[in-house]
């Protein structure tokens, strides 16, 4: 019954014809493999944010996603409870809620991979003080074969450890700055203390958490084009900041060398307005 | 090594001052019963926009996380390839990435829930040409029991299906307007059409997908305050919108009686400032 609903008709001819007008490109793009790394204490919008905007765009652009984690299965986003400096005391985090995402790959087992993606989130804290290195050698060997790797939020300390951000620009969340920033996590970097996101060549990395919409808006607007993301931004009702030098956030929390300058507002308007 | 630098214990210091300050909140607070719902094809960041803010919540508020769905374990957020109306040549979304998530529970065995949260997606579609009503005999059936129901983006459709929205006023995702909205969903329904959420006592409806995350910062506001929430809005870097009628998105998608008036602009701030 509902079926013939003029509104129902409505709304399915909008979706379809939004769809047909982009069924070209399915057919016409070659497949992209993206593989995101996934670890136990991995920061939910890290991850979901831009993968919002990747699964969305799937539609129009033929992709593969590999879930790339130690072990196959679900993956744990409730921080280790062990992320503190052991001078201190341990912070309980063992009654936080945390959904688990289910990891398709190990970083043994990951097919070829176009783009590398990398969350923040307080497990790679634990991770460092359990002296792990496993995801900076995954990233460290498939570094030369991807074409872009892109990090979101504290993800930029296993670039940095990886050694991959060397004579690069980055930047990273602006509370973890002090942390991610430590000479002991890697030499040779030029770390951008306002930036929303930062790109330098193959490598992007955001500022934290929800700064990695904005980062991949703008690279999804350098893979695809604005006029079909646009679209997409619209149907999902995100304002995306498009300007990489907003960042309030560095004055927040007081980054040396941040803009203090510029306005900590952004008009957000309509992707395309 | 790393565990001695002053960069990290600088960082440490901070996150065990921020914990601390709140700590008492942890003992005080009583256990929150949080139920998502997941079905194939939700929207990812319908449930990981707000689940973003209530996880870290969580650490200064005891909550319970339960994920349900028809069946417990995985659920794919891939919209299944038959959403569209029959009379209209089939889409095919089998080609698009969509990680899954685990469900912990069913409809069947859910645990008793204050806060209900219902995301939207292509799947609800689906389900509803399936003629699939056990998403609303769940939500009618808890609707009297929880303290709270929030809907994002389309998931306002499952309320208005289940009868829960009756007498009140909710909105909903603008590009999909005239489907949620078409009378056969619910009657005496007071649609919003220009609102990025509603609040109408202990049900709260969001705007398209983005919103859920400005839906979910006003609704914690209400539970616990703004202070230390605002602390967490600036540790993700996310500047929420916080006036409930900006909704540039309805006059993109030409709602009718969406309010033109207003600039398609809004200055997002760091919370708190």
Chains 1, 2 share one sequence.
Request: proline share 7%; glycine share 6%.
């Amino acid at each position: 019954m509902l079926l013939s609903s003029p509104h129902q008709a409505s709304f399915v001819s909008t979706l379809l014809l939004f769809f047909s007008a982009c069924s070209i490109a399915i057919n016409t793009n070659r497949t992209i493999s993206i593989g995101y790394i996934l670890y136990p204490g991995f920061e939910l919008l890290d991850v979901y944010g831009p993968l919002e905007l990747l699964s969305s765009a799937s539609y129009l652009h033929n992709m593969t996603l590999s879930l790339i984690s130690f072990t196959t299965g679900p993956v744990a986003s409730r921080p280790p409870g062990h992320l503190m400096d052991p001078s201190m005391p341990p912070v309980d985090t063992s009654h936080m809620i945390g959904p688990t995402t289910v990891a398709t790959h190990t970083f043994e087992n990951a097919p070829p991979l176009d783009i590398i993606m990398v969350p923040g989130g307080m497990g790679n804290v634990a991770l460092e003080q359990e002296n792990n290195t496993v995801m900076e050698t995954f990233i460290a060997r498939r570094f030369d074969h991807a074409s872009y790797v892109l990090s979101v939020c504290t993800g930029t300390v296993t670039l940095a450890r990886a050694g991959v951000l060397s004579g690069r620009r980055a930047t990273t969340n602006k509370w973890a700055w002090s942390w991610v920033t430590d000479p002991a996590h890697g030499k040779n970097i030029t770390w951008v203390p306002s930036a929303r996101w930062v790109e330098d060549g193959k490598v992007w990395t955001s500022s934290g958490v929800a700064a990695g919409l904005d980062m991949m808006y703008a690279f999804l607007k350098h893979l695809f084009g604005a006029e079909e993301l646009d679209s997409l931004l619209n149907q999902i009702e995100y304002a995306p900041h498009v300007d990489p030098h907003w960042d309030p956030f560095s004055v927040v929390h007081n980054v040396p060398g941040a803009d203090r300058n510029r306005s900590l507002a952004d008009c957000v308007v309509p992707a395309g307005h």
